[in-house]
């Protein structure tokens, strides 16, 4: 199982910036997904970000050019720096792993894309932005 302890939550104002991370530890493979996921009050949780060991990064729409995600080996840290934020991007965010991913059937070069099932989460930080 691995452990994910998310910081960085705050306050901001519209057009401001923070910057999340998520220590994780206990990781048994090599192989892993790791992602940001947000939920607002009233809806459902939704992923942000993700980046994979195959080097895999993918953004949601409406972070797209004001987020970033990066991920350090040594600590073994997550991180998403939120820029220009908006009043919709208030929400409680979930730092979320999978260690040792399944992959998919292979592609016509042969090569096997990972498949996340994100089934390791953190406690999750608050991020407010007010107008």
């Known amino acids: 199982v691995v452990q994910l302890v998310e910081v960085g939550g705050g306050s901001v104002q519209t057009g401001g910036s923070l910057t999340l991370s998520c220590d994780a530890s206990g990781w048994r493979y090599s192989s892993y997904c790791m992602g940001w996921f947000r939920q607002a009050p009233g809806k459902e949780r939704e992923a942000v970000a993700h980046?994979?060991?195959?080097?895999?990064?993918e953004y949601a729409d409406a972070v797209k050019g004001r987020f970033t995600i990066s991920k350090d080996i040594a600590p073994n840290r997550l991180y998403l720096q939120m820029k220009n934020l908006k009043p919709e991007d208030t929400a409680v965010y979930y730092c979320?792993?999978?260690?040792?991913?399944?992959?998919?059937?292979?592609?016509?070069?042969?090569?096997?894309?990972?498949?996340?099932?994100?089934?390791?989460w953190g406690q999750g930080t608050q991020v407010t932005v007010s107008s």
């Open positions: 979320a792993a999978d260690d040792g991913p399944e992959r998919g059937e292979p592609d016509m070069r042969g090569l096997r894309s990972i498949i996340c099932g994100y089934d390791n």
């Open positions: 980046i994979d060991s195959d080097g895999g990064l």
